[in-house]
C-alpha cells in the first residue's frame, strides 16, 4: 500500500484552514510517540496558528486583510513543511499517517474492501460548530475511519468534505451553526476502498 500525505491547503477557506491545523497539532501531540522530532515543532505550528485565528478574528481595512494573508501563507508553508516530516516517518503507515491530524492519499491494494458499516448515527458534540459521527467498530479488520459531508445533499459525495479517524468514533469540528449537515461513513480495510453508509444529517449548533 502506498500511502500519501495530502497537502494542497491553499484551497481551504480561512476557518477549514485554522480547523485543519488544530487538528494536526492535537493529534501529532496526542501521539507524540510516532511523532517525537516534528519539524516545525509543535510549538512553532501553535504559534502560527494563534496568530493566523487572531487576525482572522479582527475586521478591519485592506492592510489587515493584507496582513491575515500573509500570515495565512505562512502557516499553510509550515503545514506543508510538516507535511513532508509526517511522509517520511509514517512509513506508508496508513494508521500512523492518520494519527497525525493530516488527510491521506491511499493506494490499491487487492484484499481487503469491507462492508458498509452499521449502527451509524450521529449526535450533537460539546461545543458549537461539533457533532460526533460513530458507527460500529470494525476491530482489527479496520485500518481507519473515514467520514465525509456537506451542507448540500445533492451534490456528489465524492466531492464532499473528508475527515479521517484511527477510531469508530469522530468529532468534526468547525462546522457553520444553526445548518443542516449531512454526513456518510466507511471503515478503511486493507484495501482502502470505502463501502459507505446511508447518509444521516442533524442540525448543527
Not at 494573508?69 to 494508521?95: F, H, S
Not at 458507527?135 to 456528489?156: H, I
Request: proline fraction near 4%; glycine fraction near 8%.
Amino acid at each position: 500500500m502506498v500511502v500519501k500525505i495530502k497537502t494542497g491547503f491553499s484551497g481551504l477557506s480561512d476557518n477549514d484552514l485554522s480547523a485543519e491545523a488544530w487538528t494536526i497539532i492535537d493529534q501529532m501531540t496526542t501521539n507524540s510517540a510516532d511523532y517525537p522530532t516534528p519539524a516545525p515543532t509543535l510549538a512553532v505550528l501553535t504559534t502560527a496558528s494563534s496568530d493566523f485565528d487572531a487576525a482572522k478574528a479582527f475586521r478591519g481595512g485592506p492592510a489587515q486583510t493584507a496582513a491575515k494573508n500573509l500570515l495565512r501563507k505562512d502557516l499553510i508553508a509550515l503545514m506543508n513543511t510538516e507535511a513532508l516530516y509526517v511522509q517520511r516517518v509514517c512509513g506508508n503507515d496508513l494508521a500512523k499517517a492518520l494519527r497525525s491530524g493530516f488527510n491521506v492519499w491511499s493506494g490499491r491494494n487487492p484484499v481487503g474492501v469491507l462492508p458498509a458499516p452499521s449502527n451509524f448515527e450521529l449526535k450533537l458534540g460539546k461545543n458549537t460548530g461539533w457533532i460526533e459521527a460513530r458507527m460500529k467498530s470494525y476491530g482489527r479488520k479496520a485500518k481507519a475511519y473515514v467520514y465525509r459531508y456537506s451542507y448540500d445533499q445533492a451534490t456528489d459525495p465524492s466531492t464532499w468534505t473528508v475527515v479521517y479517524s484511527t477510531s469508530a468514533r469522530k468529532v468534526i469540528t468547525g462546522l457553520a451553526s444553526l445548518k443542516t449537515v449531512y454526513v456518510q461513513g466507511a471503515g478503511v480495510g486493507a484495501n482502502p476502498t470505502q463501502v459507505w453508509s446511508t447518509t444521516r444529517s442533524i442540525g448543527v449548533m
